[in-house]
């Protein structure tokens, strides 16, 4: 799991390799014709079938993984050679679920095209290059679901910012979460689901959610199922970062005052977990997130994070991402030294 985070920080995606989350949206895709064409407009028909194929790909993505694992202990009993493509094999399996490299990527591109700041004493959007400011808008609509055709510079590092934190537990700490989760049974029981099953499970119920978990039209129903799993299994993984986000800052006395303080504001939001995750981050860093999106023709206004402080800029989202990758490190180690306690101790007693 440590090469993997480490290959996954390294190369993040290839966009030449075929990915694990490509292939399980193409079988959403065509599940999704099936179970249309099957239930037409029925509500609870539409019910029936976003639940059969959130068991089908989650169960078949979870199998998937457990059985290269399963794999990878038979190839470690035949030799050194098959041994270490096994676990080559399983250390890049292991880095496909985790999204820390890309989601950086993604956003530091954002940063990159966006034009710079004003000096307070320049003329109102003296600066503000209006090509580059196209570009930040279009690099930035690859990652956010809101419109970006109209957003300023301001508004543009908002979404980043947002992003940055809300796309951390998604896309890093709560596969990361499951895999940690799928070791301590793997170490109990080598025939058990271990790191790769559960990474992969979770990775297809965060999948079903982005393709499917949209309240209108015939998603509303089909895809209540998935996005509803997605919830739990993040649940857990998103408060943790939230009480543990302060270590990884240095801010380790106001672990439980700001979990409090994310946990208050993010209860506003209609998602269990959005708004606790960016509120954590909006605190730790000390700016304020949240305000008026617009999605289609629709105008939300969402919950203000961490109200009083600045609005977010590019120190902060910077911020952010180095947050993400401390973060992501500290869980390592803090994982890592219990499980050479239980080793030291299994085989003392052996």
């Given at each position: 799991m440590l090469a993997a985070c480490g290959l996954d920080q390294l190369v993040g995606d290839p966009r030449w390799c075929l990915h694990p989350v490509v292939v399980m949206g193409w079988w959403i895709t065509a599940l999704r014709r099936l179970a249309e064409a099957w239930a037409g407009d029925d509500q609870g028909k539409l019910r029936l079938a976003g639940g059969l194929i959130t068991l089908l790909l989650v169960g078949g993505s979870g199998l998937a993984g457990w059985g290269l694992e399963q794999l990878v202990l038979v190839l470690a009993r035949q030799g050194p050679v098959l041994t270490a493509a096994g676990l080559l094999a399983l250390t890049i399996a292991l880095a496909s679920a985790l999204a820390g490299r890309s989601l950086e990527q993604a956003v530091q591109q954002v940063l990159r095209v966006l034009p710079p700041a004003?000096?307070?004493?320049?003329?109102p959007h003296a600066l503000q290059d209006p090509e580059s400011l196209i570009a930040a808008r279009q690099s930035l609509a690859w990652i956010v679901g809101r419109d970006t055709a109209d957003l300023e510079a301001g508004e543009i590092l908002r979404a980043a910012a947002e992003t940055a934190s809300e796309n951390a537990?998604?896309?890093?700490?709560?596969?990361?979460?499951?895999?940690?989760?799928?070791?301590?049974?793997?170490?109990?029981?080598?025939?058990?689901?271990?790191?790769?099953?559960?990474?992969?499970?979770?990775?297809?119920?965060?999948?079903?959610?982005?393709?499917?978990?949209?309240?209108?039209?015939?998603?509303?129903?089909?895809?209540?199922?998935?996005?509803?799993?997605?919830?739990?299994?993040?649940?857990?993984?998103?408060?943790?970062?939230?009480?543990?986000?302060?270590l990884a800052g240095g801010k380790g006395s106001d672990c439980l005052q700001l979990l409090t303080a994310a946990l208050r504001d993010g209860a506003a939001d209609p998602s269990p977990n959005a708004g606790v995750s960016q509120a954590a981050y909006a605190h730790t860093c000390r700016v304020q997130l949240g305000g008026c999106n617009r999605y289609g023709t629709?105008?939300?206004d969402k919950p203000l994070l961490a109200a009083g402080f600045p609005p977010a800029d590019r120190a902060a989202v910077q911020r952010m991402l180095e947050l993400n990758r401390r973060l992501e490190w500290l869980w390592l180690a803090a994982s890592a030294l219990p499980a050479a306690m239980l080793s030291f101790i299994t085989k003392t007693l052996s």
């Amino acid at each position: 799991m440590l090469a993997a985070c480490g290959l996954d920080q390294l190369v993040g995606d290839p966009r030449w390799c075929l990915h694990p989350v490509v292939v399980m949206g193409w079988w959403i895709t065509a599940l999704r014709r099936l179970a249309e064409a099957w239930a037409g407009d029925d509500q609870g028909k539409l019910r029936l079938a976003g639940g059969l194929i959130t068991l089908l790909l989650v169960g078949g993505s979870g199998l998937a993984g457990w059985g290269l694992e399963q794999l990878v202990l038979v190839l470690a009993r035949q030799g050194p050679v098959l041994t270490a493509a096994g676990l080559l094999a399983l250390t890049i399996a292991l880095a496909s679920a985790l999204a820390g490299r890309s989601l950086e990527q993604a956003v530091q591109q954002v940063l990159r095209v966006l034009p710079p700041a004003e000096p307070p004493t320049s003329p109102p959007h003296a600066l503000q290059d209006p090509e580059s400011l196209i570009a930040a808008r279009q690099s930035l609509a690859w990652i956010v679901g809101r419109d970006t055709a109209d957003l300023e510079a301001g508004e543009i590092l908002r979404a980043a910012a947002e992003t940055a934190s809300e796309n951390a537990v998604d896309g890093l700490f709560a596969p990361l979460f499951w895999m940690l989760l799928g070791a301590g049974l793997w170490s109990l029981n080598p025939a058990l689901p271990g790191p790769l099953a559960l990474a992969w499970g979770f990775k297809a119920a965060s999948t079903l959610d982005s393709m499917l978990g949209y309240r209108q039209g015939r998603l509303r129903w089909l895809g209540t199922a998935g996005a509803r799993l997605d919830d739990l299994l993040v649940w857990l993984p998103c408060r943790l970062v939230a009480l543990s986000l302060p270590l990884a800052g240095g801010k380790g006395s106001d672990c439980l005052q700001l979990l409090t303080a994310a946990l208050r504001d993010g209860a506003a939001d209609p998602s269990p977990n959005a708004g606790v995750s960016q509120a954590a981050y909006a605190h730790t860093c000390r700016v304020q997130l949240g305000g008026c999106n617009r999605y289609g023709t629709q105008v939300r206004d969402k919950p203000l994070l961490a109200a009083g402080f600045p609005p977010a800029d590019r120190a902060a989202v910077q911020r952010m991402l180095e947050l993400n990758r401390r973060l992501e490190w500290l869980w390592l180690a803090a994982s890592a030294l219990p499980a050479a306690m239980l080793s030291f101790i299994t085989k003392t007693l052996s």
